[in-house]
């Protein structure tokens, strides 16, 4: 079996999946420690809001759905970073949303714990932690 008929298996199989992002965010790493993590959305995927719900509901925290004018902005992902607070941050997003969010969080000081791509029927997302 050649290593990319493996890593097809396993990812379909869902165990490189997105929850491993939920097991980050319990690690205390910079001050997330006893703090739960942020879940972040993006609204107009139904998609992302139903992953993004059931990680949040592993960690015991509403997910917050933000629209694309806040996550295409830079005063609207500040916003999110703000309202987040220190602590862990999962996003669940398409690409491009995703890596404006990364850009801006890292022009801030926060850092990139983790990131996983998803296909889920005709969407294509990413999901990701950080530590702000």
Excluded: H
Excluded at 116 to 129: D, E, P
């Amino acid at each position: 079996m050649d290593r990319r008929g493996f890593l097809k298996g396993v990812a379909g199989g869902g165990a490189l999946g997105a929850m491993p992002l939920a097991a980050m965010a319990r690690l205390g790493e910079t001050g997330a420690a006893g703090r739960p993590a942020a879940v972040i959305a993006q609204a107009d995927s139904p998609q992302a809001l139903a992953l993004a719900r059931a990680l949040a509901t592993g960690l015991g925290v509403r997910p917050v759905a933000a629209g694309g004018c806040e996550l295409g902005s830079f005063a609207g992902v500040t916003g999110l970073l703000d309202r987040a607070g220190p602590g862990r941050v999962i996003g669940v997003m398409d690409d491009a949303s995703a890596v404006i969010f990364q850009q801006i969080a890292a022009a801030r000081g926060a850092g990139l714990v983790m990131d996983t791509y998803r296909r889920i029927g005709v969407a294509s997302l990413v999901a990701f932690a950080i530590n702000t």
